[in-house]
């Protein structure tokens, strides 16, 4: 939830002309504010806890600490639930895209994005929705997908999910935005939303980046599509 000075947004990332090339984006965007540079992970972290900022642009590896433990610590922090993660990524870091998931991050961007699609991409999580519609972020998705853990457990059942709840579950593995998934089993967009409130507290996901893992997990979308 952002206040009336608008999305405020952290910065982390071990390359200094990185940061700033995005603070600047950030800072001559109306409605929005840098309230802050990380070089690493920890310091990533200390700074959500002193800024609260609505955004964090996260990147994976950086020193001391790396994006994803970074991530996991934001995330799992209850005085931080308000902070959503966004990772920098590319191509080739595809091995770290179900970690990063798991770790609560709420979607994906690549480095070369661009400008005007980061800024959707920021105003999108801050809105609270997660970043998995776009092509990039299907292809990653697909990516470990197709490298799945097999030895790890389920960490959550589905028993008591309703068939609908179900489909609606796995177009959201899919990538399928809310209007899709509407479109797809001819619902309004209300009822798609009320579905995934639902899903969400059966599920105690903390969002929707959160019920893609569940898909994986459970085996409700097993292998590549």
Known sequence: ???????????????????????VLVDHTPG???????????EAVELSRRERP??????????????????????????LSGVRVLILTTFDLDDYV?????????GFLLKDTAPSDVLTAIGVVAAGEAL????????????????????????????????????????IARGLS????AEHL???????KTHIGRLLAKLRARDRAQLVIVAYETGLVPGPW
């Not at 929005?32 to 920890?42: K, R, W, Y």
């Open 98 to 106: 179900y970690a990063a998931l798991r770790a609560g991050a709420a």
């Open 132 to 171: 998995l519609a776009p092509t990039v972020t299907r292809r990653l998705i697909a990516e470990f997908v197709r490298r799945p853990e097999p030895t790890r457990p389920p960490s959550r059942s589905l028993d008591a999910i309703t068939n609908r709840e179900l489909e609606v579950l796995g177009l």
């Open 178 to 181: 809310n209007t899709e998934i």
């Open 32 to 42: 929005m504010t840098a309230v802050g540079e990380a070089e690493d992970g920890a």
């Open 186 to 192: 001819h619902l309004s967009l209300a009822t798609v």
């Open 54 to 79: 609505d955004v964090v642009l996260m990147d994976v590896r950086m020193p001391r600490l790396d994006g994803i433990e970074a991530t996991r610590r934001i995330c799992s922090d209850p005085a």
């Open 1 to 23: 939830m952002t206040d009336e000075s608008g999305v405020r947004v952290l910065i982390a990332d071990d390359q200094a002309m990185v940061r700033g090339s995005f603070r």
